[in-house]
Nanobody, 127 residues
Framework: EVQLQASGGGLVQPGGSLRLSCAASGFTFRNSAMRWDRQAPGKGSEWVSFISNERRTYYADSVKGRPTISRDNAKNAVYLQMNSLKPEDTALYFC?????????????????????WGQGTQVTVSS
């Protein structure tokens, strides 16, 4: 069974940092592409960051310059280091994996490319 278990969220003050983790199992992780998304209460989800199997990385304009995405294939894990956190970063953060064939140009931006989604970890940025 494919599992994506996010952790590392919590309450942090504005300007602080968190390192989110996503532990993957049930598929060949080293060949996978992974993405972090987030969803604030009452709002739709948005993508945050992407990392390919070759460690190509992309970031959404809304967060660019503040996060760093990375992966450790030996641990079947993907990470999101979030620095300079803002109240508007408050959201449920979850990871997803793309295992099927690609459908779009710039495919990593499209949610329908992703086959499995984790349950996420809550990040709250507040004084």
């Amino acid at each position: 069974e494919v599992q994506l278990q996010a952790s590392g969220g919590g309450l942090v003050q504005p300007g602080g940092s968190l390192r989110l983790s996503c532990a993957a199992s049930g598929f060949t992780f080293r060949n996978s592409a992974m993405r972090w998304d987030r969803q604030a209460p009452g709002k739709g989800s948005e993508w945050v960051s992407f990392i390919s199997n070759e460690r190509r990385t992309y970031y959404a304009d809304s967060v660019k310059g503040r996060p760093t995405i990375s992966r450790d294939n030996a641990k079947n894990a993907v990470y999101l280091q979030m620095n300079s956190l803002k109240p508007e970063d408050t959201a449920l953060y979850f990871c997803a994996t793309a295992l099927g064939t690609r459908k779009h140009t710039y495919w990593y931006r499209y949610s329908d490319e992703y086959d499995y989604w984790g349950q996420g970890t809550q990040v709250t940025v507040s004084s």
